[in-house]
């Protein structure tokens, strides 16, 4: 292997402080006071805890009930939420499991109760990415109106 030519060889590290940097062995400067949390920063005491394990938990009762809606299931499909509703009435895929919800009501063709939850879904959830869809299935049921 050939050696490295004077010219080639690594700059020593210069330990003087840059003006732009604090020297390594300077002690770390205070933190600045935190500034307080606005009231939209602070968690609400009412938001559920959402850890990957408890996630998991949720999605494991939603996935059958998914899977019953998309073999036409309704029945079997409201069984599974139901209890996903039981176990975790606020979890995070609360907004998930009652579009599901809705849409299982649909197909076992129980109009009304899909409407008054559809109500309540939209009260719940007034900007929720899922609505367009909801209100699409209700569309769809033949004698429904929104």
């Known amino acids: 292997a050939a050696a490295l ?5 690594p700059a020593a590290f210069d330990e003087r402080p840059s003006p732009t940097r604090a ?3 300077a002690a770390a400067a205070p933190a600045a006071p935190r500034e307080e949390r606005r009231a939209t ?10 850890t990957a394990g408890v996630l998991a938990q949720e999605q ?8 019953a ?5 309704g029945v079997g499909a409201l069984a599974r939420l139901a209890l996903h509703e039981r176990r975790f009435p606020n979890g995070a895929l609360a907004q998930e499991r009652d579009a599901m919800t809705i849409r299982a009501l649909i197909l076992i063709g129980d109009r009304d ?6 109500d309540a879904f939209r009260s719940r959830y007034p900007s929720s990415l899922l609505w367009p869809m909801i209100a699409a299935s209700l569309d769809a049921v033949p ?3 929104r």
């Open 5 to 9: 030519a004077p010219a080639e060889a």
């Open 113 to 118: 109760h899909a409407r008054a939850r559809a």
């Open 23 to 25: 020297p390594r062995h």
């Open 41 to 50: 920063e602070e968690p609400r005491a009412d938001a559920p805890v959402v």
């Open 60 to 67: 494991a009762l939603l996935d059958p009930a998914r899977a």
């Open 69 to 73: 809606l998309a073999h036409g299931d």
């Open 143 to 145: 004698g429904s109106r």
